[in-house]
């Protein structure tokens, strides 16, 4: 096998056993519109393929896809506040891609979060919801224990805010 082809077939089984971040992460960071979903995923993919030569090996596959996966969506979501806003018509509403995120019952729980203003809360918060050990936080984010315990407590009393504020979300 040439040199090429092992670091491709290396390349997708990495891919095929992280599909899973990929995909939280653009369910999560996209507010659930199929078309933005698609083009996240997309730079997602040519960004982990890009650095792909460069991955050591150093931390565990999964920690190095959600930590470019979630850089990706935080430069996307920066992208996004320049462009102006358009209304989106989307044809395609059987197009959906993802039950969960249609589901009536998370709608209150993603306009909680989608009304955090900080990139970086909302990453704290994904990988929170995701289960992700505090550990692994911190070193996802480059950041201390302490500080993401800290950081999340902040997070969840500024949701119980919004949430007393706005009767909306129950």
């Not at 990453?123 to 999340?152: C, M, N, S, W």
């Amino acid at each position: 096998m040439k040199p090429d082809e092992r670091q491709q077939t290396e390349f997708l089984q990495m891919l095929s056993q992280c599909e899973g971040i990929l995909i939280k992460v653009c369910r999560y960071f996209t507010r659930r519109r199929p078309s933005d979903f698609r083009d996240l995923y997309q730079e997602i993919i040519c960004t982990l393929w890009e650095s792909w030569p460069e991955y050591r090996g150093e931390s565990a596959p999964a920690t190095w896809v959600t930590r470019i996966a979630l850089n990706v969506a935080g430069q996307e979501i920066r992208k996004r506040k320049r462009m102006p806003l358009f209304v989106e018509y989307d044809e395609s509403i059987h197009d959906i891609l993802s039950d969960e995120a249609t589901d009536l019952r998370y709608q209150p729980l993603y306009r909680l979060i989608d009304s955090l203003q900080d990139d970086y809360d909302r990453k704290l918060l994904f990988l929170y919801i995701d289960r992700h050990p505090l550990r692994e936080i911190a070193d996802i984010t480059g950041t201390t224990e302490a500080a993401v315990k800290q950081r999340l407590y902040r997070i969840r009393q500024q949701l119980i805010e919004i949430k007393q504020q706005d009767t909306d979300y129950e």
